[in-house]
T-cell receptor, first 114, second 113 residues
Framework: AQSVTQLGSHVSVSEGALVLLRCNYS??????LFWYVQYPNQGLQLLLK??????LVKGINGFEAEFKKSETSFHLTKPSAHMSDAAEYFC????????????FGKGTMLLVSP | DAGVTQSPTHLIKTRGQQVTLRCSPK?????VSWYQQALGQGPQFIFQ???????QRGNFPDRFSGHQFPNYSSELNVNALWLGDSALYLC????????????FGPGTRLTVT
């Protein structure tokens, strides 16, 4: 069974500081991994995805994530936080080759202070 | 290019009632998945439809059922509503295949009283 663990339900940073949101996965086969962002009272927006083409994946809004097989991690980073980055972030792993479903972590709320 | 749309936006129902939620996928997509997101939780997979058939199902009771139409749109039906069914219901569309990302709609907020 595939699962995702997000360390830290809340992460607080100052505007301009580095953002690091942690995600570890368990999978018996090479996974497809995704990061989504959810703003209050909205659906989920795809930030980036890993599908084995490159270990460092760049996404929207300046976010990127690095796939590390040895650590079974897919942490999300952004060099400089902006107030507009405040939202909840979900890491997800795709299960199934043809009829894929997403298994989500519990989410990390990113708080950005001025 | 329209994204994933869902209706209604909000819904209030009473325990024991039935509800139908609707979803139109992103143009070009052939697969629709439904997720339930309880307050403060990550989305939980309910089921997935492709070619008008249920292809995958999560750990949800038979009170949850669905349908996909020839135009790829989909419905989620929940019978005999419980208070615990109160949640944000998210529809996601994609192309068939595990490597393809799922695009989510804005969700339907269901409140059961």
């Amino acid at each position: 069974a595939q699962s995702v663990t997000q360390l830290g339900s809340h992460v607080s940073v100052s505007e301009g500081a580095l953002v690091l949101l942690r995600c570890n996965y368990s999978s018996s086969v090479p996974p497809y991994l995704f990061w989504y962002v959810q703003y209050p009272n909205q659906g989920l927006q795809l930030l980036l995805k890993y599908t084995s083409a490159a270990t460092l994946v760049k996404g929207i809004n300046g976010f990127e994530a690095e796939f590390k097989k040895s650590e079974t991690s897919f942490h999300l980073t952004k060099p400089s936080a902006h107030m507009s980055d405040a939202a909840e972030y979900f890491c997800a792993v795709s299960r199934g080759l043809r009829y894929s479903t997403l298994t989500f972590g519990k989410g990390t709320m990113l708080l950005v202070s001025p | 290019d329209a994204g994933v749309t869902q209706s209604p936006t909000h819904l209030i129902k009473t325990r024991g009632q039935q509800v139908t939620l609707r979803c139109s996928p992103k143009s070009g997509h052939d697969t629709v998945s439904w997720y339930q997101q309880a307050l403060g939780q990550g989305p939980q997979f309910i089921f997935q439809y492709y070619e008008e058939e249920e292809r995958q199902r999560g750990n949800f009771p038979d009170r949850f059922s669905g349908h996909q139409f020839p135009n790829y749109s989909s419905e989620l039906n929940v019978n005999a509503l419980w208070l615990g069914d109160s949640a944000l219901y998210l529809c996601a569309s994609s192309l068939v295949g595990g490597q393809h990302e799922q695009y989510f709609g804005p969700g339907t907020r269901l409140t059961v009283t």
